[in-house]
């Protein structure tokens, strides 16, 4: 057999243990294999061109990567990014409408989205139709690049560590609060952090503090650790719609009469309502909501079209 011919198949039965899940160990595999470790090298390197001209034909990516925990070479694989352009339009502006991200990093997000989704002949027209609005972005007033706190704050909430920060409240003063973050949310312009503070579940279980994440001036996450019994977990998608407003407090309920002309409006704006129709027209409405001063506020705005009961 011809040293050619040993390559080829060599190349072939590394690729094979790769897809398998094997870690593969130069020196090793220089000693089974009668060669120099250059020369699986060499094999390692091609495999990967290969992986890298699969990706650009089919859309699927994989790499050998050297994993330095386990200090051999194995294969991941993963899925290119795929919208089409209606659903990277509407993706884009969900972005541009919900203003809670800077300018700098809308337009970073936006842009990468683009160039990753589409092929060159569609790009074109995606920047032309996004472009306005981009240049037109008019960013929260905080000006401030969030997304690396934000995502660090969700790793403080998925090991569950206690952070300490500096935090700025409405009067400008400055506060040093340690919490126990639960979750993270955006709403209307800005992202917020759901948070025990301190000890305080213990005494109001259910009732978490929102802290305005662009308000944190300095934070540190702890290597203290906690835990939230099974029967007291976090529900982040139910809590959510009982802040439709941001606004902390305890969990109550509410009653209204609705004579206004669409009824979705409402139910849309209070994700818990629930809305019966009365003979004459008007609705009923029941929501369950965390606090009351955001209610009382929208409920003030719909002028006459509301009356409250409870």
Known sequence: MSESTKKHDRVLELYSRLLTGEVLHKDKLALEYGVTTRSIQRDIDSIRDFCSNQATRHGETADVIYDRTIGGFRLVNSRTVTLSNAELFAVSKILLENRSLSKAEIEKIILELVDACLPTAE?????????????HYVEPHHGKCLIDMIWN???AVYHQKVVHMEYQKTNGSISDVSVKPLG???SEYYFYLIAYYGDNEKL??????????DRIQNYQITSDSFSIPYRDRFEEGEFRKRIPFMYGGKL???????TGPDINAVLDRLPTAKAVKQEDGCYLVDVEVFGSIGLTMWLNSQGEYVKLLS
């Open 184 to 186: 993270i949310t955006c």
């Open 204 to 213: 109001h279980p259910g009732y978490p503090t929102i802290y305005r994440i």
């Open 153 to 155: 704050l969700s790793s």
């Open 123 to 135: 790009k074109k027209k995606m920047s032309e139709l996004l472009r306005n609005e981009l240049f």
């Open 252 to 258: 109550q309920k509410s009653q209204f009469l609705y």
